[in-house]
């Protein structure tokens, strides 16, 4: 984890809020909630809208564009209107000084943020980082359904079909997003989308019988996983042609 | 012309009528693209051309400096398909839920044109077939020879009808507005899209609605109020209407809001604010069942409505500044949840 000075702790007053720009130019807004501080990503994950511009009571932020809601201590979606979560960053708080570090991918993902330290370590043990070039597959349909793949950065582009009769299925630009995920269920043959590398991306694959190990091995976060997996799922159910 | 449109969770393909706008080819075949204004503002619709030509109808659209600039991103409300295209929305999209009312082209004559204040004229629109909405949509309208389209909300409530009626503020510098005002336009001849807006009211609600209007915004809540009192709504819920203008030479509709509040006198409450000048003795005297105060209507409807938001649904519309102070003290100081606020933002 690479870690940077952000801010005084004194520039973000008890349950306010301020965006930062990081050296590397990157956005992120601070929020105190009631004396401890934290940090998640600048702009809406909705649309291109800064939260500082949003309202911040010491606990849920929203975005003033459309009300999209998060509990600002977990970046989890609240109120019943956001469709994603916020990236949160690790915050430390050292001589009246604010630091920040940036998480793994696993640890922004739609299936296994909030995990415990523990599960997450073993998780991230499995995980092989693998960087694509723009154009190549990861994988395709009919092949075996092994493992599942978590996003960094980067763009995966989702076919159904085969040979010349197939047909775009979204996509995912999302860091943290989880596809190739029929590897986390008991009856998977096979894939029955492919995807490909539209953009250099890097993404971290895991075996999925491996990662059901260390799942059930702490029930309590496999639960976890499993409730978000099944809302996944039920998403995509709702939108036929869907990976 | 054969149109794709790849979204974030799948892909959707459709056919787009010659010169027809590809939010609105779309979403006339179900599909519910993102929008709000729909008329080249708000910038909500902006997708990127991945193969194929396109017709910019409106180069000038306000709404573009929302477009990152050499990555080929559009506004789908003002771009036309010019042979086959695909196109990539990089948020997710659902088919419309079945039942909605079908946003679809219309063509219409404009009935009647009566000016309610100095500025505010009641605008009358014959279709030339029926076009069924929920109350609190609108139509996106223009007429032949003046560029851009503009949103207005129907006033009133009515299913099979070829007759809607809107609100229409003089807007300086606003090309349909300034026309409609210039001369007798009755007659003259509109093409409309609609309906389009998802701050819609249905009677199955079963809550409490609190109306917060300011200027012609007020258009698209007597739509909402004249269906809920169609439907006896207010028998078994509150209503509470806040309806904000200027000065008392400002306000309009005042014996239609009179009307259905005598209709409902337990359950339904208007007031009307003032925010430049006291109120005349007049109006009280002229209108006994509305209550009337000083004030931007978000700080009245803020000081009346304290202790009452129990199962409360809030609609908002007007001005941004006013939209933007009702959410505000909705969300913080009256705890309502996000889903129980509707709008549509304009801008």
């Known amino acids: 984890m690479t870690v940077k000075r952000i801010c005084l702790a004194s520039d973000v007053p008890t349950n306010e809020m301020r965006e930062f720009t990081t050296d590397a130019g990157e956005k992120l807004l601070v929020a105190n909630s009631g004396g401890e501080y934290f940090a998640v990503q600048a702009i809406c994950p909705h649309q291109e809208v800064a939260l500082c511009d949003g309202f911040y009571d010491g606990c849920v932020l929203t975005c003033h564009q459309h009300l999209w809601q998060w509990d600002i201590k977990t970046g989890e979606p609240v109120g019943g209107i956001a469709e994603a979560p916020l990236e949160r960053f690790a915050v430390f708080v050292e001589g009246g000084e604010v630091f920040v570090g940036s998480r793994g991918a696993l640890n922004v993902g739609e299936l296994f943020s909030g995990l415990s330290e523990s599960t997450l370590s073993k998780l991230q043990a499995l995980a092989k980082v693998e960087e694509h070039a723009a154009g190549g597959a990861l994988y395709q349909a009919g092949d075996p359904a092994d493992d599942f793949f978590v996003l960094d950065s980067g763009r995966i582009e989702f076919q159904i079909g085969r040979d010349e009769r197939t047909s775009p299925a979204g996509f995912m630009l999302r860091k943290g997003e989880v596809f190739g995920w029929a590897a986390l269920l008991d009856a998977h043959p096979t894939r029955i989308a492919s995807a490909r590398v539209l953009e250099p991306s890097r993404v971290l694959r895991i075996n999925g019988k491996q990662a059901l190990a260390v799942l059930e091995a702490d029930p309590a976060s496999g639960y976890l996983a499993m409730r978000r997996l099944a809302g996944l799922i039920a998403r995509f159910l709702a939108a036929p042609g869907a990976r | ?347």
């Open chain 2, 1 to 347: 012309m054969r149109t794709q449109v790849r979204a974030r969770n799948r892909a959707y393909e459709f056919e787009a009528p010659e010169g027809q706008k590809l939010l609105f080819a779309g979403l006339r075949e179900g599909v519910d693209l993102p929008y709000e204004c729909a008329t080249g503002t708000c910038g909500t619709c902006k997708a990127r051309l991945v193969e194929g030509e396109l017709k910019d109808l409106w180069p000038e659209a306000p709404g573009k400096k929302h477009l990152k600039a050499g990555e080929g991103e559009f506004l789908m409300c003002q771009c036309a398909a010019a042979g086959n295209v695909t196109v990539e929305v990089s948020k997710y999209v659902y088919a419309m839920d079945p039942g909605v009312c079908m946003p679809q082209s219309v063509s219409g004559k404009i009935a009647a044109v009566r000016h309610l204040t100095g500025d505010v004229a009641a605008l009358d629109v014959d279709l030339d077939s029926p076009v069924d909405f929920d109350a609190g949509q609108y139509m996106a309208m223009e007429t032949p020879g003046v560029p851009g389209m503009r949103g207005y909300s129907m006033v009133n409530f009515a299913r099979g009808t070829t007759r809607q009626e809107f609100v229409v503020k003089k807007k300086p510098g606003g090309a349909f507005s300034e026309w409609l005002f210039s001369g007798d336009r009755a007659g003259s001849a509109l093409a409309l899209f609609g309906p389009l807006g998802k701050a819609t009211f249905y009677p199955n609600l079963a809550k409490n609605l609190l109306c917060i209007a300011g200027g012609s915004g007020i258009a698209g809540m007597m739509s909402i109020v004249d269906r809920a009192c169609q439907e006896s709504y207010f028998n078994q819920f509150k209503g509470h209407v806040f309806f904000g203008v200027r000065t008392a030479k400002d306000a309009f509709y005042l014996d239609e809001l009179a009307g259905f509040q005598a209709r409902f006198p337990q359950n339904l409450a208007v007031t009307l604010a003032l925010s430049d000048e006291d109120i005349p003795e007049s109006l009280p005297a002229k209108y006994p069942g509305l209550a009337f105060d000083r004030g931007f209507v978000h700080e009245v409807a803020k000081k009346r409505m304290a202790g009452n938001y129990g199962n409360i649904r809030a609609y908002l519309a007007g001005p941004p500044p006013a939209v933007d102070a009702s959410i505000r003290f909705l969300l913080l100081e009256a705890r309502l949840a996000a889903e129980n606020i509707r709008y549509d933002k304009f801008s």
